[in-house]
């Protein structure tokens, strides 16, 4: 099983203030180079766009927000794997919903249960799992499926960052003390973190946290899962 892992593109394309770190022309370009290593799914974890917050309601903005997510996704429609998108603090999650409506939120690739959250954050930007998502989590914890899981959403569970901007879910312990309890092999993928944590192994859980595209030098994250380990490599643009 091949997971490519990308996050982070930060988006201003049709909306104001274009971001000239990352356009779709560089977003095309990490498709191609995706493409490469055929992978079985592709996962991108938030923060597709950078869409301004203050304009959540503004019905031209949202209209220019959806030009946006709509070209992130033409970028990868061209694959030939799934492809799992995940909305962050930076999308806005109505529109979301519209482009990526056919989505399914559940699936099998190669015999991996993926499973994506798609989590808000509340009070002082702390990142929450509530509501039907958590029943969510404790379901797919607590059901008789064999399969492995592959754990998607925005936010990081594991490691802690404890200072400054909250990256981490309030219940964040708590939440990966859930994932430990439940013996199925599991792999679970962040972005939100632009500085990225590398790959790490709690037991038969293993977390990673993508660094952000939309930083130079570009990067995006392969791992391979067999039957004993996992790996991780980056590539770069």
């Not at 990308?6 to 977003?27: A, T, Y």
């Amino acid at each position: 099983m091949k997971i490519v892992h990308i996050s982070d593109f930060h988006l201003r394309h049709h909306l104001e203030g274009e971001n000239v770190k990352c356009g779709p022309d560089l977003i095309t370009e990490a498709a191609r180079h995706i493409a490469a290593h055929s992978p079985d799914l592709v996962a991108i974890t938030g923060d597709l766009v950078d869409y301004p917050l203050d304009a959540l309601d503004d019905p031209d903005t949202v209209a220019l927000g959806e030009k946006d997510l709509h070209l992130v996704r033409e970028c990868f429609d061209s694959l030939s794997c799934p492809v799992a998108y995940v909305h962050g603090n930076h999308d806005h999650p109505t529109s979301f919903r519209r482009v990526f409506s056919d989505q399914p939120f559940d699936f099998d690739v190669q015999g991996f249960r993926v499973i994506i959250f798609f989590d808000e954050e509340g009070d002082h930007h702390v990142p929450q799992r509530v509501g039907a998502e958590r029943a969510r989590f404790q379901s797919v914890l607590s059901d008789d499926d064999p399969r492995p899981q592959i754990h998607l959403q925005h936010y990081m569970i594991f490691p802690e960052h404890s200072g400054g901007y909250p990256y981490n879910y309030d219940n964040a312990a708590e939440l990966k003390a859930a994932l430990l309890a439940d013996s199925r092999r599991k792999l679970v993928l962040s972005g939100h973190y632009h500085e990225g944590e590398d790959l790490m192994a709690e037991g038969h859980v293993c977390f990673a946290t993508a660094r952000a595209f939309r930083e130079p030098p570009h990067p995006f994250r392969v791992y391979e899962i067999t039957d004993a380990d996992i790996t991780q490599a980056e590539y770069t643009l």
